[in-house]
C-alpha cells in the first residue's frame, strides 16, 4: 500500500492553494501534516480522498488515480474538518447509518470502537447533545470502527481530554503496521510523539521535518 503525491498543485480562482507537491507515503508508518489554518493540508487531504481534482498534477493510491473518475478510493475512511452527523439521532446510530453501506461491521465491533474513543457511557445521546469533544471522538470513531488501510484524521484531537488523546496514540501505533495514517494538526507537539514521519505545509509548500 502506497500513495503517491506527484507534482500536485491546487487553484482555486486566483488563489494558488497547493504548490507542486511531492510525496511518498507507505503503509506501516504514522505521517503527520502540521502548519497553520490555511497552509493547504486539508485541501490535500480532500484531493487523497478523491473530493478535489488537482489542477495539476495526481494521487496514486498503488498506482490508481482516483480523481480521474472522482471516485472515492476504497478502504480508505476520512474525518476530514468539522464532524457532520445526523443531529437528532445517538452518536450509536450515526455509526451504525455509516456501517450499513458496507456492512463490514456489526454492532459489537461499533461499540467497542466506541469503548476505544472513550464515548461508550454517551453512545444513545443525541449527536446535538454532544460537547466538541465528544463531537470529535465520534468523528475519530467513524474512521476507526472498519479498520481500512487508510485512516485520515484532520485536526481530531481538538477539544479531546488527554487521557483519551494518549489512549489514541497507544492504538494507532499499535495498528500502524499495515497502515498508512495521516494525522493533521496545527500543533507539532502534539502530534511528535506518535508520528513517524512529519511534513510541515506554509503557504502552500510541504517540507518534511525533522523531529
Known amino acids: 500500500m502506497e500513495i503517491i503525491v506527484n507534482n500536485l498543485s491546487k487553484q482555486f480562482k486566483d488563489t494558488l492553494v497547493l504548490k ?4 511518498k507515503l507507505k503503509e506501516g508508518k504514522i505521517y503527520g501534516f502540521v502548519g497553520p489554518n490555511g497552509s493547504g493540508k ?3 487531504l480532500k484531493i487523497i480522498c478523491a473530493f478535489y481534482i488537482p489542477t495539476c498534477g495526481e494521487v496514486l493510491i498503488n498506482g490508481v488515480n482516483y480523481n480521474n473518475g472522482n471516485d472515492f478510493p ?3 475512511r476520512a474525518f476530514i474538518e468539522k464532524p457532520s452527523f445526523l443531529p437528532d439521532i445517538s ?3 450515526n455509526l451504525k447509518l455509516l456501517a450499513n453501506i458496507q456492512n ?8 467497542n ?5 472513550n464515548l461508550y457511557d454517551d ?3 443525541k449527536f446535538h447533545e454532544y460537547s466538541m469533544g ?7 470513531a467513524s474512521v476507526l470502527m472498519e479498520d481500512p488501510k487508510i485512516m485520515i484524521l484532520d485536526e481530531p484531537f481538538n477539544g479531546i481530554d488527554d487521557k483519551s488523546k494518549e489512549k489514541l496514540f497507544d492504538y494507532l501505533l499499535k495498528i500502524k503496521k499495515n497502515k498508512i495514517i495521516i494525522i493533521s494538526s496545527h500543533i507539532f507537539e502534539e502530534i511528535q510523539k506518535v508520528c513517524d514521519e512529519v511534513y510541515y505545509f506554509d503557504n502552500g509548500t510541504c517540507k518534511k521535518k525533522v523531529i
Open 104 to 111: 463490514l461491521i456489526d454492532e459489537d465491533q461499533i461499540n
Open 134 to 140: 465528544m463531537k470529535q471522538k465520534l468523528g475519530v
Open 91 to 93: 452518536g450509536f446510530e
Open 20 to 23: 507542486d507537491i511531492n510525496l
Open 113 to 117: 470502537t466506541l469503548k476505544l474513543v
Open 74 to 76: 476504497p478502504n480508505l
Open 42 to 44: 486539508s485541501v490535500l
Open 123 to 125: 453512545k444513545d445521546k
